[in-house]
């Protein structure tokens, strides 16, 4: 069966450091990728989008890669700040559909 | 530009009572779609539809469950009989293509006593 997995397990990093964030699938075949924040009572907001033919993608303190042999994508937030404190969800366009398939998302605590 | 809205943002409706569900995407933007999402939860895709026209609707109930766009004015999600179990909060997005990415709105809280 089709599954988009994200570590539901919340994170906990002190301010100033790398959060990463993982996003791994199965029985998908992704045209691309994107990364969603979201905050408590609000809609998703769209940050990054990687494609199948790219590796890494950057925006600032953000940086996304894409391995397709290995079916992951990583989310790395670099010196994080407690602003940063949301929930993170991935999001996927299946090859043959037209609308994002998204994960259950990781909530992400940055303590200062 | 004004983002994404819809409304209401609490919706409290009884048991067998209609829910009815609003969203004006952003401006240019001629593709909607309707995400659910339950606590502690992913969004769930329900139904994806570009002026007029339903593209695609495969995640939403065939029963008690409607939804459109029409020429003018905002999309409605529409439903019917609702149960306990349709206590969800409701996204809608909206994008300028069927490929770009999506805006969201705030969403409808619906909450079925």
Redesign the interface.
């Known amino acids: 069966s089709q599954k988009?997995e994200q570590n539901s397990e919340a994170l906990n990093i002190q301010e100033g450091k790398t959060a990463t964030l993982t996003c791994n699938y199965t029985n998908y075949s992704p045209?691309?990728l994107?990364w969603?924040r979201q905050d408590p009572?609000?809609?998703?907001?769209?940050l990054l989008?990687i494609r199948e033919n790219e590796k890494e993608k950057r925006k600032e303190r953000l940086k996304v890669t894409f391995d397709t042999t290995l079916k992951q994508s990583l989310f790395h937030i670099t010196a994080s700040q407690p602003a940063d404190s949301a929930t993170y969800?991935c999001?996927l366009?299946d090859t043959g559909?037209?609308?994002?398939?998204?994960?259950?998302?990781t909530r992400l605590q940055v303590q200062p | 530009n004004a983002g994404v809205m819809q409304n209401p943002r609490h919706l409290v409706r009884r048991r067998g009572q209609e829910a009815r569900l609003r969203c004006s995407p952003m401006k240019g933007h001629s593709h909607v779609y309707w995400y659910r999402q339950l606590p502690e939860e992913g969004l769930k895709f329900m139904v994806y539809l570009q002026k007029e026209n339903i593209i695609d609707e495969s995640g939403m109930p065939k029963e008690r469950f409607s939804a459109e766009f029409p020429k003018e004015g905002p999309s409605i999600l529409r439903i019917q009989q609702v149960v306990r179990g349709d206590s969800a909060a409701y996204f809608c997005a909206s994008s300028p293509g069927w490929d770009s990415p999506l805006h969201f709105g705030n969403g409808t809280r619906l909450t079925v006593t």
């Open positions: 988009i045209a691309y994107q969603y009572g609000r809609g998703p907001v769209f989008l969800l999001a366009l559909r037209r609308a994002l398939t998204f994960g259950s998302g």
